[in-house]
């Protein structure tokens, strides 16, 4: 069983879309985040969540919108894609929000034509 | 704030042989430490961590690291390397306060080789 599940794997599309991605897990755990690991393989957080709410957004555009329906899902959606980007994009969950993941989904490379 | 760095980008070994991967911190504050592996094409997993107690700590994998305040290093160790080790590792610090974000290091890419 997957820990932590991320949809797609692979997702290519152009400048100015909008595009969304999805992570599930089903760990119980109450803290879910979304981290960005750029070309040379830095990885930065850019959102957490505590049982639906949010606790860390970071210096992100406003054009990268996280929803958590339920503490089992937090999904990120980018709106008005920039070639900047591309990346690959990894959800996280932990039991709690002490800070540190416990668990990764698998990433979500997303390459902007 | 805090940062991590990690020395080297790229650590080639034989099988069997040991490894270290080198890991300093900077933090004007008490810090908690960890390493991460990332297997290709695959999210980060936790090798191990540094809370509290005993500065050595033992891992997954057979992965040991060492705290080392006066030096502000957290080293990573292992004895002797497999194929299978080839990997990503990533060296990370937060502050001792709940909901403190993680820092990651650049990561060092592991090849281990027959």
């Known amino acids: 069983d997957t820990a932590v599940s991320q949809t797609p794997k692979y997702l290519v599309t152009q400048m100015g879309n909008d595009k969304s991605i999805k992570c599930e897990q089903n760990l119980g755990h109450d803290t879910m985040y979304w981290y960005k690991q750029d070309s040379k393989k830095f990885l930065k957080i850019m959102f957490s969540?505590?049982?639906?709410?949010?606790?860390i957004n970071e210096t992100v555009p406003n054009r990268f919108s996280p929803k958590s329906p339920d503490k089992a899902h937090l999904n990120l959606h980018i709106n008005s894609l920039e070639l900047g980007d591309s990346a690959v994009y990894f959800c996280a969950s932990s039991q709690d929000s002490t800070g540190q993941p416990q668990h990764f989904g698998d990433g979500t490379r997303l390459s902007i034509l | 704030a805090q940062s991590v760095t990690q020395l080297d980008s790229q650590v080639p070994v034989f099988e069997e042989a040991p490894v270290e991967l080198r890991c300093n911190y900077s933090?004007?504050?008490?810090?908690?430490l960890f390493w991460y592996v990332q297997y290709p094409n695959q999210g980060l997993q936790l090798l191990l961590k540094y809370l509290s107690g005993s500065t050595l700590v033992k891992g997954i994998n057979g992965f040991e690291a060492e705290f080392n305040k006066s030096q502000t290093s957290f080293h990573l160790r292992k004895p002797s390397v497999h194929i299978s080790d080839t990997a990503e590792y990533f060296c990370a610090v937060r502050k001792e306060t709940s909901g403190s974000r993680l820092t990651f290091g650049e990561g060092t890419q592991l090849t281990v080789n027959p």
């Open positions: 933090s004007s504050v008490s810090v908690y």
């Open positions: 969540y505590n049982n639906k709410e949010l606790i």
